[in-house]
């Protein structure tokens, strides 16, 4: 039965290739190694090494009884007690959707009680079993384990055997981390600017894509939200942290309209006429600009209109709104206040003094006005 079962080096070269091929045609990006256990290089009778440690202080080892490396798989044999076989911690936390996979397998005469299981420990957590294959018992032949989509810093294998038969055998082999490179953070922000100068209806609506969920966000404006808003026209830097622990950091400026403003130049009205005017300018704000009047009147001016007060209320096209106030009066023309018409025939011009029709003076009007 051992001979049936021997997976030779050469197929186990070909295994851990045909993964990632296989992950490729199904359309699924190909996995990179992270971690991987073949006890290849080891000699049989190992018990330890740098990248695992084994635990037998519940067995009850005789002669010929063991639990190490034997024939490039590990091996449990009549353990009397459960052993316990731990990688070391692996570190997936540049990785995403992590999977584990390993052959189990046994031989002899196992029981009911007899088991093979495996366990995984994701950032120093408890013991989870495989979701297939984790657990073995009786008689099962050849399996593969395998644990798929985790997600986090820190991850530990742990193998748990038990049997109490010298004709009683476990094995694994070919223990094999994968997982997909964590594409770096990108971070795409999107602006509502504020609407009215001076106010704090400004937003950022921001976008993560790529690294590992859940992220966490700190603004420079004290929130830590995704998506903040109630902001003013100022720049706003955020940084990003994925679940594996990759950054991110992003600018974004809120900027605001410059001041609505509203002035009117006015023309006087002449007594009981109807010919004064009101020239309204508008800057700043956001075009278009709308007017009101107080008489009821939408235009930007006003023409054509009596003495009185005049106000006006411009408002933009984000709702901002400024009024200007103007007073028409009525202005007096020029006042005859004395006149006088000489024709130059009264009497006494022609004697004293004595002079001739032609030195007489030419008649003038005088007009004196205030």
């Not at 490729?24 to 990006?29: E, H, N, R, V």
């Not at 990108?186 to 976008?207: F, K, Y």
Request: glycine residues 8%.
């Amino acid at each position: 039965m051992k001979g049936l079962l021997s997976i030779t080096p050469i197929f186990k070269l070909l295994m851990l290739i045909a993964i990632p091929v296989l992950l490729i045609q199904s359309g699924t990006l190909s996995a990179a190694t992270i971690w991987q256990e073949d006890f290849s290089s080891y000699s049989n009778g190992t018990t330890t090494s740098a990248k695992w440690t084994r635990d037998v202080t519940n067995c009850n080892l005789g002669q010929g009884d063991h639990f190490e490396v034997r024939n490039q798989r590990f091996q449990g044999r009549d353990l009397d007690g459960e052993a316990v076989w731990t990688s070391q911690v692996i570190d997936i936390s540049s990785h995403s959707d992590v999977s584990i996979s390993m052959t189990v397998n046994e031989g002899g005469w196992n029981e009911s009680n007899d088991y093979a299981r495996v366990y995984y420990k994701l950032d120093g957590g408890a013991e989870t079993q495989f979701a297939t294959n984790g657990n073995n018992s009786d008689d099962f032949g050849t399996v593969t384990a395998t644990q798929t989509l985790l997600n986090g810093t820190t991850l530990q294998i742990v193998v748990r055997m038990y049997n109490n038969h010298n004709g009683e055998k476990h094995r694994f082999d070919d223990v094999l981390v994968q997982g997909t490179a964590a594409p770096s953070l990108t971070l795409n922000t999107s602006v509502t600017n504020v609407s009215c100068n001076g106010g704090n209806d400004g937003a950022i609506n921001l976008t993560v894509t790529n690294g590992q969920t859940p992220y966490t966000y700190s603004w420079s404006s004290g929130q830590n939200t995704e998506d903040i808003s109630g902001l003013t026209a100022q720049n706003y830097t955020v940084t990003v942290t994925d679940a594996l622990g990759a950054t991110a950091n992003s600018t974004a400026t809120v900027s605001e309209p410059a001041a609505l403003s509203a002035s009117i130049s006015k023309t006087d009205a002449t007594p009981g006429n109807a010919d004064g005017a009101a020239n309204l300018t508008v800057s700043g704000g956001t075009t278009s600009y709308s007017y009101l009047w107080n008489t009821g009147a939408t235009s930007e001016d006003l023409n054509n209109i009596g003495a009185g007060t005049y106000t006006v209320t411009a408002t933009d096209a984000n709702s901002c709104a400024t009024s200007a106030t103007t007073t028409i009066n009525e202005v007096v023309g020029p006042a005859v206040l004395f006149q006088e018409d000489f024709d130059g025939s009264i009497t006494g011009w022609n004697t004293y003094p004595n002079l001739a029709p032609q030195q007489r003076k030419t008649p003038k009007f005088h007009t004196f006005s205030v």
